[in-house]
């Protein structure tokens, strides 16, 4: 999937301690590893694709797991208006 997602700007990503958190909206998220590097590579210039492959070379888990796992943390972000698609 070539779409490119750039992060909203009501959102914020903060590292609090050892976690990781999204704030948006008045409520905050906890994201894990995974999700932290997926947000940081939402830069407006990678597209899903790359991400997916980045995160296949990152995690080293197989490329249905990569393509999944990003894709279902993009739709949540999306769904909760954290992202926008260029």
Same mark, same amino acid.
């Given at each position: 999937?070539? %779409?490119?997602?750039?992060?909203? +700007?009501?959102?914020? %990503?903060?590292?609090?301690?050892?976690?990781?958190?999204?704030?948006?909206?008045? +409520?905050?998220?906890?994201?894990?590893?995974?999700?932290?590097?997926?947000?940081?590579?939402?830069?407006?210039?990678?597209? +899903?694709?790359?991400? %997916?492959?980045?995160?296949?070379?990152?995690?080293?888990?197989?490329?249905?797991?990569?393509?999944?796992? +990003?894709?279902?943390?993009?739709?949540?972000?999306?769904?909760?208006?954290?992202?926008?698609?260029?």
């Amino acid at each position: 999937m070539n %779409v490119i997602y750039t992060p909203s +700007v009501n959102f914020r %990503v903060r590292n609090i301690g050892p976690k990781t958190f999204l704030f948006g909206e008045g +409520v905050a998220y906890s994201l894990n590893e995974t999700g932290s590097f997926i947000w940081d590579n939402l830069d407006g210039l990678t597209s +899903v694709d790359e991400i %997916v492959e980045l995160t296949l070379e990152k995690y080293n888990c197989s490329q249905a797991e990569a393509k999944e796992g +990003v894709n279902n943390f993009l739709e949540f972000l999306y769904g909760i208006k954290a992202i926008k698609s260029e």
